[in-house]
């Protein structure tokens, strides 16, 4: 096949390249939205832990969908051009689709991430690539759902699929699925999602053709490299106005499930005229257990945090990572060698890495930072049995914490942050998908971070295991080291999880962890708050009788904390009020 570039004769004007924008943005996003109604799995379907994006020819990010995962925006990226560079563009056809999960050398952040790459043709042209990423439930490995502690080597957490052309003019390779299933515990679900895959890269492909038959395939491609330099522009520029410098933080983690010692993330975020450039090179040696970074994921960090910080409304895409520079040091945390184990890097280690951007970032510019949010993607894993069936299945899901204050506004309570944006699967989708009773299911009262804005709750959910056996790993962080407040904020509440076991007794689980547990064992997880921004006695005294009347604060500490004096129907008592607040201040 040929391959279609685009004329330097076509012309750029402003509002044909905003038309052009929202048109090609709007092809990912109906890709991602086919993926979510067409998906098998309560984590597609219901969770949305999946991302959908346009590539140009040589492999260059062009958009992905909003409804997406922030840590997709930069790992995305590398696994395209891993699957093109293996099976190249001249031996692809019309209908073809490429399947790829490794992390080794570059791509997506660990196997559960299966990526789905297809070519664009126009006639005999091959134009552009579409590709989505979707979490499949388990991919094999040590235990169910594939993200095992105690392992340490990346042959232990899964089944690695390279390259590979899995569709062939539109005719799937079932002996390459067969072969792919086999080595599953979740055969079934695994495909269904990745049906709804090819599917979701169908409509993005008929959407992009369309795009060409209405505007000429000339005009969209120029257009696709126009995109891209308008979003460089843009960000360039954004990184242009901040103070120039060196601004260094770090952060830890919380052990790597075999050791429990701290370990570090360093980083300084370098200001050089329109580019910024984020060193990670003096963080900690890759740990054993598997919480160890590929750069791709250490980049989609940097990715996200100058989008969100420096230019909210920036249009993701190759050409707003061209002026970020990350660095990164072989055999360190951030850039583990083969076969290092990382599995869980995305859950708990890109969240840190986040902090530890952050904490530079509050040096450069602190009215647009936050405060430290839960820290944590708080996975939970629960594989065996299902005794209505006698089927295998795998529960997963991450629990949303608190968020970190800003500058004008509370954190909100109970939501993920930062480099995941998945929901909290309905109770109801639970009980009917799962051997599980859920027992309860709300905020955790006096989590949040104090401060003049406080930090958002946690959330907390207790199961019964209603299987014979089940395997549990828990992937968590944020036990030990609370989420920090700034200026005057004080710290949110750290995690916590336990199991009551039958016999009554209770066991306190560590952040990271794989074990057995037996039917009528109770499960109960709990997420860390986010850390408040500001002295908590500038904080309205409205707003601290507001928490007190949902119960999320004891009058106690409305008093202690922020000086605020309630009577006993929880009406303030503002003469009090301002008299306890003087007298500390």
Not at 159 to 175: A, F, H, S, T, Y
Not at 186 to 205: C, H, K, M, S, Y
Not at 228 to 251: K, T, V
Request: charged share 20%; with cysteine; glycine share 10%.
């Amino acid at each position: 096949m040929t391959a279609g570039n685009p004329s330097s004769q076509v012309s750029t004007d402003p509002v044909t390249l905003q038309v052009m924008t929202n048109a090609i943005y709007s092809v990912a996003d109906e890709m991602v939205a086919a993926l979510i109604r067409t998906s098998f799995s309560t984590n597609i379907k219901d969770r949305r832990d999946c991302s959908g994006a346009v590539f140009t020819r040589d492999g260059q990010l062009v958009a992905q969908g909003e409804v997406g995962t922030p840590l997709h925006l930069g790992v995305m990226l590398p696994a395209v051009q891993t699957a093109i560079a293996a099976v190249p563009p001249e031996t692809l056809e019309p209908e073809d689709d490429i399947i790829v999960n490794t992390p080794y050398p570059e791509g997506p952040g660990h196997l559960n991430d299966v990526t789905l790459v297809s070519p664009v043709f126009d006639g005999p042209h091959l134009v552009a690539y579409v590709a989505n990423m979707s979490h499949h439930v388990d991919v094999g490995g040590f235990a169910p759902g594939s993200m095992a502690f105690g392992v340490w080597e990346h042959f232990q957490e899964g089944l690695q699929i390279p390259p590979l052309k899995l569709v062939k003019r539109g005719r799937i390779d079932e002996d390459l699925v067969r072969l792919i299933t086999a080595n599953l515990r979740t055969p079934v679900e695994f495909r269904g999602d990745l049906a709804a895959q090819i599917a979701a890269n169908n409509v993005g492909e008929e959407r992009l053709q369309g795009l060409m038959r209405k505007y000429g395939r000339e005009t969209v491609l120029h257009y696709m490299n126009e995109i891209m330099d308008y979003s460089e522009r843009r960000l360039s520029a954004a990184i242009g106005q901040l103070p120039q410098g060196s601004f260094s933080s770090q952060d830890y983690l919380e052990g790597d499930g075999i050791s429990t010692e701290k370990i570090a993330i360093r980083v300084t975020v370098t200001v050089e005229g329109s580019e910024l450039v984020a060193d990670f090179r003096e963080s900690d040696p890759q740990a054993l257990g598997p919480i160890n970074c590929r750069p791709p994921s250490v980049k989609a960090c940097a990715y996200y945090l100058a989008k969100a910080l420096l230019d909210p409304g920036l249009p993701p895409n190759s050409g707003a990572f061209r002026p970020i520079r990350v660095l990164t040091k072989p055999g360190t945390l951030m850039e583990v060698q083969f076969p290092g184990a990382l599995c869980n890097a995305n859950i708990v280690t890109t969240q840190r890495i986040v902090d530890a951007l952050m904490g530079a970032f509050l040096q450069i510019i602190p009215e647009r930072a936050a405060a430290a949010c839960s820290g944590t993607m708080n996975l939970l894993n629960i594989g065996g049995r299902d005794p209505r069936s006698g089927a295998l299945f795998n529960y997963i899901e991450t629990y949303g914490g608190g968020q970190g204050a800003l500058v004008d506004r509370d954190g909100t309570s109970a939501v993920q942050m930062h480099m995941t944006n998945t929901r909290n699967a309905p109770v109801e989708v639970i009980e009917s998908t799962y051997p599980f009773f859920i027992r309860g299911y709300g905020l955790v009262s006096e989590s949040a971070g104090a401060g003049e804005f406080r930090g958002g709750y946690g959330m907390r959910r207790e199961f019964e295991i209603e299987a014979e056996r089940v395997t549990v790993t828990l992937s968590s962080d944020r036990f030990e080291l609370a989420p920090w407040g700034i200026f005057g904020g004080l710290s949110a509440s750290t995690g916590d999880c336990k199991v009551v076991l039958p016999d009554g007794s209770v066991e306190q689980l560590p952040s990271k962890v794989t074990r057995v547990l037996t039917r009528g064992s109770r499960l109960i997880s709990t997420t860390p708050g986010g850390g408040g921004w500001g002295e908590p006695c500038q904080r309205p005294a409205e707003k601290v009788r507001q928490d007190v009347v949902q119960e999320l604060l004891s009058r106690e500490s409305a008093l202690k904390i922020y000086g605020v004096v309630l009577n006993d129907d929880l009406s303030l008592d503002s003469q009090a009020t301002a008299e306890e607040r003087a007298r500390r201040g």
